[in-house]
Nanobody, 120 residues
Framework: QVQLVESGGGLVQAGGSLRLSCAVS????????MGWYRQAPGKQRELVAV???????NYADSVKGRFTISRDNAKNTVYLQMNSLKPEDTAVYYC??????????????WGQGTQVTVSS
């Protein structure tokens, strides 16, 4: 079992920055990748950024150049640094841990979510 707790959300003006944190505990050895996702009202949940165990990251086109995913292994914490925020970034942001069992089977563990609101 993996437990995730997000923090760092809040209200920020357009152009501002926030850093989200995700504290990870439990069966950390089983995690193959960490991801940040977001869901805006009336929209589907979308991938924002992923970071695999080898340190390779990937980003949604909408956040490339603005967001950075990173981890602090000593603290068992994953971060999402969000710069140059736009109103369209407003969403509930979720941290996720992915355990790949096979090419067709992935176990996902989700945090409770943290609200990010960007005012115009």
């Amino acid at each position: 079992q993996v437990q995730l707790v997000e923090s760092g959300g809040g209200l920020v003006q357009a152009g501002g920055s926030l850093r989200l944190s995700c504290a990870v505990s439990g069966s950390i050895f089983s995690i193959n990748a960490m991801g940040w996702y977001r869901q805006a009202p009336g929209k589907q949940r979308e991938l924002v950024a992923v970071l695999n165990s080898g340190g390779v990251s990937n980003y949604a086109d909408s956040v490339k150049g603005r967001f950075t995913i990173s981890r602090d292994n000593a603290k068992n914490t994953v971060y999402l640094q969000m710069n140059s925020l736009k109103p369209e970034d407003t969403a509930v942001y979720y941290c996720a841990a992915h355990h790949v069992r096979s090419s067709f089977s992935v176990d996902d563990y989700w945090g409770q979510g943290t609200q990010v609101t960007v005012s115009s």
